[in-house]
């Protein structure tokens, strides 16, 4: 893909996300110029509910919408134009899309102080702007937590309290099995899973016949036979959880939370000193620098040890690749500058791709631009200044 190409597909882009802000501009001053109307009518207050939930109607029928998803609009458009305006501006000029920005006015609703909401409107453009929906929803929710860990923590207990499992039959000799856990325990049984099923003879040493499950089949199989035979109802988490948390976090100076590994989720700082307290629990040391990158250490061979291993996995979190989001222990250790070139098994040389961007990239098909870079350890916001602008609601599509 040449340049102009690229030019092109960007300002398609930016087309796009204009004419989607110019939509909930107008269906916001719609509903708001509407409702005022009804507000200021002679009439008892059901009476003025009633005659709100037909401005509803009136604009989900005109865009061909549920009247769910117009109250949503609605509410997201107010919430990033009142609390959030320069994320607001940013979905004016089209830098951001009505998906980031239905994102973030979510989490933006979510936020109980003006100085959260604040701190994080000053930030997320800068982020939503160069990283993926699913990289910026995780943002989210670590900046969340660390804004307002309390909120977060008290929020994360009343879920626990709603854990079940549920079995749904098909109809067709299968049936759903899902359960709603604490996720550092559905982390504990995602890991243990994957590292058992790979660990499972390819050859049956008995009969001699290839096991032709794919991955997927051996771990169902597991958890049936698992749940099928095992008995108890208490457990001390023995499978690998990856988190990360400040040590001042962590000894209960600050409320800071722990975060995956993969950075998807952010966990109430108690839960950590929780799985900290027990007696299986293994700690494993990373220096890092002030803007949270670990900080490089080299091997003198090909194959990195262990250590240096585990110190790119917690790095990186993911496949490398932007946009790509498959866990790092289904990823393979690629030397940036190959090995017997003169490249060194170092932090500063390796990083994480999935085997699928590691076989292009070894057939010079995966140019180096699509390459991110490692990852911070530590979400930064910026102190919010004042916002003066003029915003024109209908913009040209």
């Not at 702007?129 to 804004?147: D, F, I, N, P, Q």
């Amino acid at each position: 893909m040449d340049q102009v190409e690229q030019l092109l597909l960007q300002s398609a882009a930016r087309a796009q996300a204009r004419a989607e802000f110019a939509l909930w501009s107008l269906v916001l001053t719609s509903h708001e110029s509407a409702c005022a109307e009804v507000d200021a009518e002679e009439a008892p207050e059901i009476g003025k509910e009633l005659g709100r939930r037909e401005v509803t109607l009136h604009l989900a029928q005109a865009l061909r919408m549920t009247e769910h998803r117009v109250w949503g609009l609605v509410n997201d458009a107010g919430t990033l134009r009142d609390r959030a305006p320069r994320t607001w501006i940013a979905f004016g000029d089209g830098s951001i899309d009505a998906t980031r920005a239905g994102l973030i006015a979510t989490t933006v609703d979510q936020l109980e102080t003006t100085a959260a909401a604040e701190a994080l409107d000053a930030s997320v453009v800068a982020y939503a702007t160069t990283h993926t929906t699913g990289e910026l929803r995780s943002w989210l929710r670590r900046m969340r937590a660390r804004l307002e860990p309390e909120q977060v923590s008290a929020e994360a207990q009343r879920s626990v309290e709603t854990r079940r499992v549920d079995v749904s039959h098909n109809g067709d000799g299968t049936s759903w099995l899902s359960a709603l856990l604490p996720t550092h325990v559905a982390i504990a049984v995602g890991h243990r899973l994957r590292r058992a099923a790979k660990a499972l003879p390819k050859i049956d040493a008995e009969t001699g016949e290839i096991d032709r499950r794919t991955r997927d089949q051996r771990q169902a199989d597991l958890v049936g036979h698992w749940l099928t035979s095992c008995t108890g109802t208490e457990t001390d988490i023995r499978a690998e959880i990856a988190i990360s948390i400040d040590a001042t976090d962590l000894v209960g100076l600050t409320d800071g939370p722990g975060v995956t590994r993969d950075g998807e989720a952010a966990l109430p700082a108690e839960w950590v000193r929780e799985l900290a307290a027990s007696e299986t629990t293994l700690f494993r040391r990373l220096v890092l620098d002030p803007l949270g990158r670990v900080l490089d250490t080299t091997s003198l061979g090909y194959q990195p040890p262990d250590s240096l291993r585990a110190a790119l996995h917690w790095r990186d979190g993911t496949c490398r690749v932007a946009s790509c989001r498959a866990p790092v222990a289904e990823t393979d250790l690629d030397h940036e500058l190959a090995y017997d070139r003169g490249g060194t098994t170092s932090a500063a040389n390796l990083r994480c791709l999935c085997r699928k961007h590691h076989n292009m990239k070894s057939h010079g098909r995966l140019p180096e631009k699509f390459i991110a870079p490692a990852v911070e350890h530590r979400e930064r916001w910026h102190l919010p200044a004042p916002v003066v602008a003029e915003l024109d609601l209908w913009p040209a599509v």
